[in-house]
């Protein structure tokens, strides 16, 4: 029997060096057998910030060779869904289902705030791979 296609996900923030890279390394550790994921940036830092690494490295989860990568239409077509969760409306010309996450953007906030969003986007995380496992053909 052929292996079931994994879906493509695209998670988006503001400078993809935050919440979308928490959002690609839990999705990658919990999912990467219903998924694949990858994250970008409507205006991307350049770098994914020392405390983004630190906090998802307390869920033992090792993004610190993530980089910072630009939100492209043409590139989020060739996914099978996106998530945004910048808080701004992504351009248009998307033709993917895209979804909105409300989540905070911790930048220059304290390592508390870190792990709250850090935690938020695991939970909303879960939350899609269990989704995606319903919804796959069962073998």
Known sequence: ???????????VCVG??????????FATHHGSDVLTAESAGLAPAGVVVDQTVRSMSGKNI???SH???AF?????????????????DLPQGIGVPVVEWDVP??????DEVY???????????????AE????????
Do not use: H
């Open 105 to 110: 953007d911790p930048i220059g906030e304290s």
């Open 16 to 25: 993809n060096c935050c919440r979308s890279q928490m959002a690609e390394g």
């Open 1 to 11: 029997m052929k292996p079931q296609k994994r879906k493509r996900v695209l998670f």
């Open 115 to 129: 792990v709250t969003v850090r935690d938020q986007i695991e939970t909303l995380v879960m939350q899609l791979v």
């Open 72 to 88: 492209r239409i043409d590139e989020a077509n060739d996914f099978d869904l996106v998530v945004n969760m910048s808080g701004y």
């Open 67 to 69: 980089y910072s990568k």
């Open 132 to 139: 995606l496992r319903r919804r796959a053909p069962k073998a």
């Open 62 to 64: 090792d993004i610190s």
